[in-house]
């Protein structure tokens, strides 16, 4: 097999692609939507039939790669860290159910929140619900851990859960891959027990998986994703997933040879890690993300031996880095070596020239104008730029789906007008069901669609409700009355503010569906058009 040059994203889509997949199930989320992208565009996956579009949301995406492992296939899950917190259901179900077909979880965490609404660490998740983590620190053992892992997941019968960050994520590295494998063959569970969740039978399943928690500390202990880099002196470094990479970094520029002792594989090799510690006086905690594994090491009254992110001796938030680590091993240049270099010019977030959401904000900014006060609820996407100058126009942005449920709520308390926006990929990932609440409780809500036909924020990958909103609307039981589309266009601009100042005023559930196309997704049509049409 050919070298090739990936992101740790696509080493892990082109890793499942040889390790037999049936099926690839995502909701596009940073820094996990390459995954999924390389797989789309893969020919051999095409070749093979593997499916690769994208779901609704994280959740809908879970169950129904549970469905193909239960048919007896390998699958492969992708999301942020976020987007776990909507799977949570499924994925801790899942540890009680087991798999049939390997299914491996990859869970994208965004330490430094560099596109994302919180810093959570993903490893927690795999803690609570007993499940096995794996945590590469490069691209070719990013490589390994999943094809691994899909055979450790059927080896088990549990999901194994994949643990990366943004910057192994995006970054690039040589990748040798191995011979491919072909899929499994159409086989599915006949154990009913496993399957049906009823009290009776999960109860006997909780207590298998807990049984099997010694079996997967056994396998943490031989691990070849755990190691140890033999060195000198009393005190040590305990570094996990890519931070190791970090590590290794600083200790052979400023040549040092302190020991390291490397996890990449949960549960804790708790003898290994044992050993390992007895040895030093002194014992650097090294984890990106959260202090998962320093709080449990340092133990509840605190371990002087053990430092980290805890006793301040790196950051408690944010990424980790070469620079941040050298600090804190004492390497003296550390500071100089942060220094960003002047070629990297500093980009403010800004709404593209032409969005339709600027359009959108402008109207809705000058209607608010009639009203002693503006609030208007937010969602997650590109449009929540216009929090920033020059819209200011929105006061809440927490998460997938919440525009529309805080609005609601809002509206409850005497709120009046509520207004929230939230754009299509984003209504149909999770704001349907805030929208049939509010329907229910006849809620007096507007409801602003910023209908772009595509999920913007994460590249322009296809919206779930493409020209069917009305239809899901009207379906979900807003009266067709207030149900209007508008097309946020400044030759309209007179037109579109009365109908939402029409729609404000009513005092039920409206929506209002402003309809234009993305301008980046529209020409990069446009540019692949032109590239299919013989000159
Ligand atoms: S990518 Fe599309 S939706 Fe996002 S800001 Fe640019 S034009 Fe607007």
Request: charged share 20%; glycine share 8%.
């Amino acid at each position: 097999m050919n070298p090739q040059l990936l992101l740790g994203a696509e080493a892990i889509a082109l890793a499942a692609i040889d390790a037999g997949i049936s099926g690839v199930y995502a909701y596009p989320g940073t820094p996990s939507t390459e995954i999924t992208e390389f797989i789309q565009q893969s020919d051999v996956a095409r070749q093979k039939g593997i499916h690769s579009a994208w779901a609704t949301n994280e959740k809908t995406a879970y169950e129904a790669a549970l469905g193909m492992s239960y048919a007896g296939k390998r699958t492969l899950i992708c999301m942020k860290h976020v987007g776990l917190n909507v799977a949570a259901d499924a994925f801790i179900n899942s540890a009680i159910t087991g798999v049939h077909g390997g299914m491996v979880v990859v869970v994208a965490d965004d330490p430094s929140m560099h596109s994302s609404q919180n810093e959570q660490d993903t490893r927690v998740y795999g803690k609570f619900a007993f499940l096995p983590v794996i945590e590469p620190s490069e691209q070719q053992e990013t490589y390994d851990a999943v094809r691994y892992a899909f055979d450790f997941s059927e080896e088990m019968q549990l999901p194994v859960l994949l643990r990366i960050t943004t910057r192994l994520s995006h970054a690039r590295s040589i990748v040798l891959p191995k011979a491919p494998r072909d899929e499994n063959p159409f086989n599915p569970s006949t154990d009913k027990r496993k399957w049906i969740l009823l009290p009776v039978n999960a109860r006997v399943n909780y207590a298998k998986l807990l049984d099997k928690q010694k079996q997967l500390t056994a396998v943490s202990e031989s691990s070849f994703l755990n190691k140890e880099i033999a060195g000198t002196g009393k005190k040590a470094v305990i570094a996990f997933g890519i931070a190791f990479s970090y590590v290794m970094e600083v200790r052979e520029s400023a040549q040092l040879d302190f020991p390291v002792l490397k996890i990449s594989h949960y549960p804790l090799p708790d003898k290994t890690i044992r050993a390992f510690t007895e040895h030093y006086d002194d014992i650097l905690i090294v984890e990106e993300g959260y202090p998962v594994y320093e709080e449990l090491l340092k133990g509840y009254f605190g371990n002087s031996k053990f430092h980290g992110r805890l006793d301040g001796t790196l950051p408690r938030t944010g990424e980790l880095s070469p620079d941040i680590l050298a600090k804190a091993l004492g390497v003296e240049d550390g500071e100089a070596r942060q220094a960003i270099p002047s070629v990297v010019a500093g980009r403010p977030p800004m709404l593209c020239q032409g969005c339709s959401h600027r359009d959108v904000f402008e109207e809705l900014n000058t209607v608010f104008e009639a009203y002693p006060e503006k609030h208007l609820f937010s969602d997650i996407g590109c449009y929540t730029l216009g929090a920033l100058p020059p819209f200011s126009a929105i006061n809440t942005c927490v998460d997938m789906g919440a525009s529309v449920t805080m609005a609601k709520g809002a509206a409850d308390a005497g709120l009046h007008p509520a207004v929230a926006v939230i754009g299509d990929s984003t209504f149909t990932h999770s704001g349907m069901t805030g929208l049939l609440d509010a329907v229910n409780d006849r809620s007096p809500v507007t409801i602003i669609i910023s209908d772009n036909s595509t999920t913007a924020m994460t590249g322009g990958q296809n919206s779930a409700g493409t020209g069917r909103l009305f239809d899901i609307c009207k379906g979900i039981g807003v009266e067709e009355a207030h149900i209007r589309t508008i097309i946020p266009l400044k030759k309209n601009s007179e037109e579109n503010k009365a109908i939402l100042k029409e729609e404000m005023e009513y005092k039920g559930v409206s929506v209002i569906i402003a309809q234009r196309e993305c301008v980046q997704t529209a020409s990069r049509k446009r540019r692949e058009k032109a590239k299919e049409t013989p000159a």
